[in-house]
């Protein structure tokens, strides 16, 4: 079993969990970033959860 095997098996159950420490990530950069990049910030958090999606399922 590889390591990529290994943390499907852990966060297969977990979206939600991934989805808001995503989320926390996000808003911490927005935090610490002018707010013109608010947007991209939020639109990379989203592409962030979509990828995890895709390597988990």
């Not at 995503?22 to 910030?41: F, R």
């Amino acid at each position: 079993m590889g390591i990529m095997d290994s943390a499907k098996e852990m966060l297969s159950g977990s979206s939600d969990q991934v989805d808001g420490a995503v989320d926390a990530a996000a808003a911490q950069v927005k935090e610490h970033t002018p707010d013109q990049v608010d947007g991209a910030v939020d639109q990379g958090a989203e592409m962030a959860k979509d990828a995890i999606k895709d390597q988990l399922s």
